[in-house]
């Protein structure tokens, strides 16, 4: 995690199509009271039964948890609650072997979605991958992958990005390798949420995590004036044109956002002497975004996000 912490300043210092505003964090952070605690599945829309299958769902759920808008209907609550669903229907539907031969119809009719998902080959491509991994090296069992972690997040992280190809979010920007891992961080806070940081939910350094940057927390912190856009950048935004990943504008908007966050943590702790998780901030900030209609946000097509 301090790659990703490292490599998103270094982006950063180097930005030119998005600026962090220290000063726009500092009019952000002198109204903040106090961060609301937005309680994780706080709509009922994911599966829980406190033990490993609830671990199960989550991976297959994370695995899945990228690129929605090209569908306008669809949201990761129909991914959330779709997958709940077929679970609650068929207690096996994300046993390792079954994950390894799902096909693009298939998955739509576990979903009960109506038509092709976008990116829908590599939805498919990642549910084989995972299980075909965890078959091989955690007995089919995601809970397992868990159990090696020791309790620490950053170790889990690793250890997904290591096992799971389809989980190494990096890029290359100005010549140097960015860290972002985005769904390897959220798998783990959504671990974290879901067992109230208890049992498969705990973790010792669940400071280490950095927010997942997404799409909507970008737009969120150039809503607040946090984060600032070219000319050119905010336009393409506005005219929702595609940005495609990898280029300069993309790898801003992402590690710009990670930076900005670990700027309003760290100033926040100053001034209140209370330490904030970056998770709890990215919870804050995504839930203000889903809720704000009017949010435009930058448009590619990844895996990652």
């Not at 959330?80 to 539907?93: H, I, M, N, P, V």
């Not at 620490?152 to 860290?179: C, E, I, T, W």
């Not at 495609?244 to 001034?271: Q, Y």
């Amino acid at each position: 995690m301090d790659e990703v912490r490292e490599t998103s300043a270094w982006v950063a210092s180097r930005s030119s199509h998005v600026i962090v505003d220290s000063s726009g964090i500092e009019k952000v952070v002198n109204t903040i009271d106090s961060i609301p605690k937005v309680e994780w599945d706080f709509e009922g829309i994911h599966y829980f039964d406190n033990g490993p299958l609830t671990v199960q769902y989550l991976f297959v759920l994370d695995a899945m948890n990228f690129c929605f808008w090209p569908d306008k209907d669809l949201n990761y609550d129909d991914l959330a609650s779709g997958l709940k669903a077929a679970l609650q229907k068929d207690k096996s539907a994300f046993d390792a072997d079954r994950l390894q031969k799902y096909t693009g119809p298939q998955l739509r009719e576990l979903l009960n979605w109506p038509r092709p998902l976008p990116l829908e080959d590599e939805r498919v491509r990642l549910l084989h991958e995972v299980g075909i991994e965890l078959e091989r090296s955690f007995d089919g069992k995601a809970s397992n992958l868990v159990e090696q972690c020791g309790k620490s997040a950053m170790n889990l992280v690793a250890l997904v990005a290591r096992h799971f190809p389809g989980f190494r979010d990096h890029s290359v920007y100005k010549g140097r390798q960015v860290f972002l891992y985005k769904r390897a961080q959220i798998f783990v806070a959504d671990l974290w949420g879901a067992f109230g940081g208890q049992g498969y939910g705990e973790f010792k350094d669940i400071s280490s995590l950095t927010i997942m940057a997404d799409y909507i927390v970008p737009a969120v912190l150039q809503q607040l004036g946090i984060l600032k856009f070219s000319p050119t950048l905010a336009s393409t935004i506005e005219a929702s044109g595609e940005i495609c990943p990898g280029t300069e504008e993309e790898v801003e908007l992402r590690a710009c956002s990670i930076h900005a966050v670990e700027k309003m943590r760290e100033l926040i702790s100053v001034k209140s002497g209370r330490q904030v998780l970056s998770v709890e901030l990215d919870l804050w900030l995504w839930a203000s975004g889903v809720q704000s209609e009017s949010l435009k946000h930058h448009r590619t097509l990844s895996i990652y996000y």
